[in-house]
């Protein structure tokens, strides 16, 4: 399994705290509704798992101490990169 690494800052920019931990939330956005709607006319059995599956969810990584958003991923964002 190959964990990938996105760059946020060292410090929140709200509050400048600097502990290099995040609060993360991921939810579903339109491209994995349509993911599911895809899924669901091609192969309905898997039509759940981009619900399940992170990549297709928009991820948000928030301050621990003062929950402002320090970072966000989007859906498939790294689904074209060649790996070294």
Same mark, same amino acid.
Not at 50 to 65: A, E, I, R
């Given at each position: 399994?190959?964990?990938?690494?996105?760059?946020?800052?060292?410090?929140?920019?709200?509050?400048?705290?600097?502990?290099?931990?995040?609060?993360?939330?991921?939810?579903?956005?339109? @491209?994995?509704? @349509?993911?599911?709607?895809? @899924?669901? @006319?091609?192969?309905?059995?898997?039509?759940?798992?981009?619900?399940?599956?992170?990549?297709?969810?928009?991820?948000?990584?928030?301050?621990?101490?003062?929950?402002?958003?320090?970072?966000?991923?989007?859906?498939?964002?790294?689904?074209?990169?060649?790996?070294?």
């Amino acid at each position: 399994m190959h964990a990938t690494i996105y760059t946020l800052p060292d410090a929140c920019p709200r509050c400048h705290h600097t502990n290099g931990r995040t609060r993360v939330r991921t939810y579903p956005t339109l @491209l994995t509704w @349509l993911s599911v709607l895809a @899924l669901l @006319l091609l192969f309905w059995p898997l039509a759940w798992v981009p619900l399940v599956w992170s990549k297709f969810k928009t991820t948000d990584h928030m301050c621990v101490k003062c929950n402002s958003i320090v970072g966000t991923v989007e859906p498939l964002s790294d689904c074209c990169e060649k790996r070294k």
